[in-house]
């Protein structure tokens, strides 16, 4: 389930949302280091700055889900992305996963607007992804026949890891980790709820 045995071709055709996010978080990466932009203006104008978002620039609320710090940044979140994506987006289809991405990278901003401080500034996709492990977990507890028992197994193991170095980490968005799992969670148990949705 969470092994990658597609060949490029294969997978940018089974899994085709995942595909497009890390192929935007590749693109906007190559821009913000093309010399002739300025280095600083892509950050400047789409990062998550709690004190642009309280002067009305909302839509930080969504593209940090898109931008990362630093070349290891990106490749990190990149490389979780494909490892964890592809199956949740075999299992909703290609428009609840997309739904679920984004209302968890959200959720995760919206929190840290509400809780950090209005100098915090913050980019990755990471509370998004969170949201992932969070819709994993309910898939767990309440539908136990969409996931073996080895599968939930390693998701659980991976999500606890992966809660425990968010407070190991120095410079890590801890309530964008925190609000993501929890959004992602919710979301789960509404749509598995739902039988409508399955």
């Known amino acids: 389930m969470f092994i990658r045995t597609e060949s490029f071709k294969e997978f940018l055709r089974f899994y085709p949302i995942v ?24 950050y400047e104008n789409f ?10 620039e909302y839509w930080r609320l969504l593209t940090p889900v898109f931008l990362h710090s630093d070349f290891t940044h990106m490749l990190f979140n990149s490389f979780s992305l494909v490892l964890f994506g592809p199956a949740l987006e075999r299992i909703l289809g290609k428009g609840k996963f997309i739904f679920v991405y984004l209302i968890a990278g959200i959720a995760a901003n919206i929190a840290t607007f509400l809780i950090e401080p209005l100098t915090y500034i913050h ?11 969070g819709y ?4 767990i507890l309440f539908r136990k026949d969409l996931m073996s ?3 939930s197994q ?3 193991t991976i999500t ?3 809660l425990i170095m968010t407070f190991l980490q120095p410079n890590i968005n801890i ?20 039988k409508k949705n399955w």
């Open 19 to 42: 595909s497009i996010i890390i192929f935007i978080h590749l693109v906007l990466y190559v821009i913000s280091k093309i010399p002739w932009v300025p280095h600083l203006w892509m």
């Open 123 to 133: 980019v990755g996709s990471s509370g998004a992804i969170f949201g992932l492990f």
């Open 47 to 56: 990062a998550g700055v709690n004190l642009y978002i309280a002067d009305g």
């Open 175 to 194: 309530t964008a980790h925190f609000f993501g799992l929890l959004a992602g969670f919710l979301l789960g148990i509404a749509f598995l709820k739902n």
């Open 154 to 156: 390693l998701i659980l």
């Open 136 to 139: 994993y977990a309910s898939i």
């Open 160 to 162: 606890i890891i992966a």
């Open 149 to 151: 028992k080895a599968n």
